[in-house]
């Protein structure tokens, strides 16, 4: 029974909330938690592929072993009070507007569930629930599959906050982060112009022959980019050294690796064409998710036996302000391909300040523009996630709303039903481990017999900036 955990899962996930950190600064979180777990007698290992703030904590043994997923960072410039229905910031530069207080902390609550069962049950099996650090900037999770740590688990659940109570399906882009860092020469811009070699130049260059690029790369491809050193604010000194700093994406890791490859040929031409050199700096690497149409079907019957949130009269009251604090008006294009019922789901969004069913969805291979480190684990182990509903409709994620409804009930409602869903999940596939064996053989299907080949390479080694 969740309820028994009720007031030690809002405690942890408020507490995290108060105190928000970012990617592999998670130190009171991860504490918080591990501290948590150790007194509930899972066995806790810090420091999860020199993460420092990552962590596994395992209870049980033998097979299978199911690993639960969990995050806990924050997002910079997210300075929000809780429960005000404007923008009005805190006393903290960072925020939650991910949720990941709750991801991290329902992962949690999940575990000591299926803890529970086991035990109850007298079955064998092994749960390992993951603090993953740097979702939302680190690829906390790739180092984690690139280094072994999901080496021995049949099975890997996760969830993350939203607006929808439903299964996740759909892939997500493979990703590579890129530093392009150009040295010029400097001189004086009016009166020896011909001795500078402009850095800023090459920048700008490269950037004109990427968007020249667009037109010529696949529809599921994107590129993006930030000057994140412009040489100086002074027009009269002719830059020596600038840097650029790109995300490229692409529908696996094979195709993003191939236009990765494009994108610096474009960054030695600019370099060729200034006169000026160019270090390649790669940062950090997510590959593609496989998704697990077996694991879905376990999520999706799981979800129809512990229902939805039960929201009342004054978390829809709650909700129903900041939905007005939203302008925009949806439409069906607002509502995600996978949808069985569309027209009913924006009645829903229309009418409701949340979502208050089961929102039924195909089964999708349809790949979604952006990337997830969980796309990593999904190499390894067979993954499948699902959403509940925290927050309101109307602002989405990395949102002043998100942050300032982190603690509400509604919040906690959603992230305690995520930890039921997951835990009666895993208890299907405890007791039906031949629904792990079909969920494999599909793993085995849709990788191809192809092994892993995680974006980082090994030398490169978890970090906050390059
Ligand atoms: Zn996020
Ligand atoms: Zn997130």
């Known amino acids: ?234 027009p009269n000194v002719v830059q020596s050294l600038a840097e650029v700093n790109y995300f490229i994406r692409s529908a696996n890791n094979a195709d993003c690796l191939a236009l990765a490859s494009r994108v610096h040929d474009i960054a030695r031409g600019a370099a060729l064409m200034t006169g000026t050199t160019v270090e390649i700096l790669f940062d950090e690497g997510l590959s593609n998710t496989v998704n697990n149409f077996v694991l879905e079907d376990v999520i999706d019957r799981a979800f129809r036996k512990a229902g939805v949130p039960a929201f009342d009269e004054a978390d829809r009251a709650y909700a129903q302000a900041f939905k007005d604090t939203w302008k925009q008006p ?38 979604r523009m952006g990337s997830t480190d969980v796309g990593d684990v999904s190499w390894v182990v067979p993954t499948a996630q699902l959403h509940t509903a925290c927050y309101g409709y109307g602002a989405g994620g990395h949102s002043w709303q998100w942050v300032a409804e982190g603690k509400s009930p509604i919040a906690m409602k959603g992230m305690l039903k995520a930890a039921e869903v997951m835990a009666l999940a895993a208890e299907e596939l405890y007791t039906h481990p031949e629904e792990i064996v079909k969920a494999k053989e599909e793993f085995k299907e849709r990788t191809g017999g192809q092994p892993y080949q995680c974006l980082i390479p090994k030398e490169v080694k978890p970090h906050t900036t390059h």
């Open 1 to 234: 029974m969740i309820q028994k955990y009720e007031e030690d899962l809002t405690r942890i996930a408020c507490d995290i909330h108060d105190h928000p950190e970012s990617g592999f600064q998670e130190f009171t979180a991860s504490k918080l938690q591990q501290d948590y777990l150790k007194e509930q007698g899972f066995t806790v290992t810090p420091n999860a592929a020199d993460t420092i703030t990552g962590y596994t904590a395992v209870w049980g043994s033998g097979r299978p072993v199911i690993a639960l997923l969990g995050e806990f960072d924050a997002l910079h410039g997210l300075s929000q009070k809780s429960d005000v229905t404007k923008p009005e910031p805190s006393d903290t530069e960072m925020g939650h507007g991910c949720g990941h207080h709750l991801l991290g902390t329902g992962s949690l609550g999940a575990g000591l569930l299926i803890r529970d069962y086991l035990q109850e049950n007298h079955l064998s099996g092994t749960v390992m629930i993951c603090g993953c650090p740097g979702e939302e900037a680190g690829s906390g999770k790739a180092y984690m599959a690139r280094d072994g740590i999901f080496a021995d688990v049949d099975v890997a659940l996760s969830w993350h906050p939203g607006v929808y109570n439903e299964v996740s399906t759909g892939s997500s882009q493979s990703c590579i982060n890129v530093f392009y860092r150009f040295h010029g020469v400097s001189s004086h811009a009016a009166g020896a112009p011909e001795k500078g070699r402009s850095a800023l130049d090459a920048v700008e260059l490269m950037d004109v022959g990427c968007n020249y690029l667009r037109e010529h790369m696949k529809d599921s491809d994107r590129i993006h980019y930030a000057i994140v050193n412009t040489g100086g604010a002074a």
């Open 330 to 367: 949806v439409t069906l294009a607002d509502i995600p391909q996978e949808v069985k019922d569309k027209p009913r789901l924006l009645k829903n969004m229309q009418e409701s300040p949340l979502c208050d069913y089961y929102v039924e969805t195909n089964h999708s291979d349809t790949v």
